[in-house]
Structure formats: structure tokens, C-alpha cells
T-cell receptor
Framework: GAVVSQHPSWVICKSGTSVKIECRSL??????MFWYRQFPKQSLMLMAT?????????EQGVEKDKFLINHASLTLSTLTVTSAHPEDSSFYIC??????????FGPGTRLTVL | SQQGEEDPQALSIQEGENATMNCSYK?????LQWYRQNSGRGLVHLIL?????REKHSGRLRVTLDTSKKSSSLLITASRAADTASYFC????????????FGAGTRLAVHP
């Protein structure tokens, strides 16, 4: 149980385009989902906290107009990277939290912006 | 900003040896968790230890927590090549959403 999926697993796009990444909790409902970013050989940096039915809470330094988050249901959150640029290339990981303390992580999405 | 530091940054051992990784953090916590990440993959939850606990075991894993020193350690006994991965500690931040703040991680390589 407690499986979280992400789609796509990898994506390559041209500079200036927008990319949407989906995060789904497959066998549980998640009131709260989190989005992280990870650069090669570095740790995860929290970008934003997403709550179903309300606006996401962004961490300091994260542009909310650049990284649009929608938590449409208790099993789905989406992250849209708008007008992507090469510096947005990274590994994006989501996590979902049921009622327990534990967060369950998705497999990640590798974004490469050319 | 990251909550804490982990050491060592990289650890290379032989199969059968024990691996110890340390994590320090800066602020008060409710709990501390350890995660494993294989290269280019998502995170797998290993163990959670609460602030009122001092030690916890799960299979070949042993976690200790010293809140007075704001530090934790993860011990993997009788390591296997399949344990090769990066290991991260994560502490919960302030606020009501259990935000996790990750340490820098330790890259463990277990050689057959």
C-alpha cells in the first residue's frame, strides 16, 4: 500500500514551453501533497505544500507564477513549470501524506529543458 | 534552507561490514525520519523516530536520536551490495503540515 505515482517519469522540452507533471496517490487519499526539487548529487529542497481545495503554500524563493500547483482532488496534484528554461532542468519529486506522519514519495520526474 | 548536515558525505565499505551515517539538525523537532534513494529514483521511507524515543530498530537498521545534541545516527548492519544508495535524514519543520527538511545525504557504496 501507500503508492505514489508520477507522470511523466522524464520529459524533454524546448525553452519557453510549459510542462505539467502529475502526482497521484494510488491507494490512499492525501489531503496534503508536497513538491520537491533535487539537483544532481544534492538533497531535496521543498518547493511547495499543496492542500486539496486550497492554494499551495510556496517556500521562500520559489516563484509561484513559475511553478503552478493545482491540487484538484484528494489523489491528484499537478505541478506546471511555465515558460521553462534550461535552469529549470532538475529532478522533481512529489510526496503524499495520509493521516499519518509519514510522507510517501513518488518516483520522480526528470525534466530537461533544451 | 536545509535543516541539517549529514556525515560522512560518502561512505564506501565491503559487504558484511556495518555502515553508520550521522545527521545533525538545528531546531526542535517532533520526529526524525530516514529515507533511502537509489540513483535517479524516488525516496523510500526507512524508519521514523519520535522526539521522545532514543533508539529504534527495523530489521538490519538501527536508528538513534539524541535531542540534546540534535543528532541522529543510522546504522545498517551486515551490509549488502543492494544497500548501495543515498540515505537522507529528514526532520519535520514548524507549522501544521509536517514539512520535511532534508539533510545533505550520505552516498553509501557497498562493494561485493
Amino acid at each position: 500500500g501507500a503508492v505514489v505515482s508520477q507522470h511523466p517519469s522524464w520529459v524533454i522540452c524546448k525553452s519557453g514551453t510549459s510542462v505539467k507533471i502529475e502526482c497521484r496517490s494510488l491507494d490512499f487519499q492525501a489531503t496534503t501533497m508536497f513538491w520537491y526539487r533535487q539537483f544532481p548529487k544534492q538533497s531535496l529542497m521543498l518547493m511547495a505544500t499543496s492542500n486539496e481545495g486550497s492554494k499551495a503554500t510556496y517556500e521562500q524563493g520559489v516563484e509561484k507564477d513559475k511553478f503552478l500547483i493545482n491540487h484538484a482532488s484528494l489523489t491528484l496534484s499537478t505541478l506546471t513549470v511555465t515558460s521553462a528554461h534550461p535552469e529549470d532542468s532538475s529532478f522533481y519529486i512529489c510526496s503524499a501524506q495520509p493521516t499519518t506522519d509519514t510522507q510517501y514519495f513518488g518516483p520522480g520526474t526528470r525534466l530537461t529543458v533544451l | 534552507s536545509q535543516q541539517g548536515e549529514e556525515d560522512p558525505q560518502a561512505l564506501s565499505i565491503q559487504e558484511g561490514e556495518n555502515a553508520t551515517m550521522n545527521c545533525s539538525y538545528k531546531t526542535s523537532i517532533n520526529n526524525l525520519q530516514w529515507y533511502r534513494q537509489n540513483s535517479g529514483r524516488g525516496l523510500v521511507h526507512l524508519i521514523l523516530i519520535r522526539s521522545n524515543e532514543r533508539e529504534k530498530h527495523s530489521g538490519r537498521l538501527r536508528v538513534t536520536l539524541d535531542t540534546s545534541k540534535k543528532s541522529s545516527s543510522l546504522l545498517i548492519t551486515a551490509s549488502r551490495a543492494a544497500d548501495t544508495a543515498s540515505y537522507f535524514c529528514a526532520t519535520d519543520g514548524s507549522g501544521g503540515y509536517n514539512k520535511l527538511i532534508f539533510g545533505a545525504g550520505t552516498r553509501l557504496a557497498v562493494h561485493p
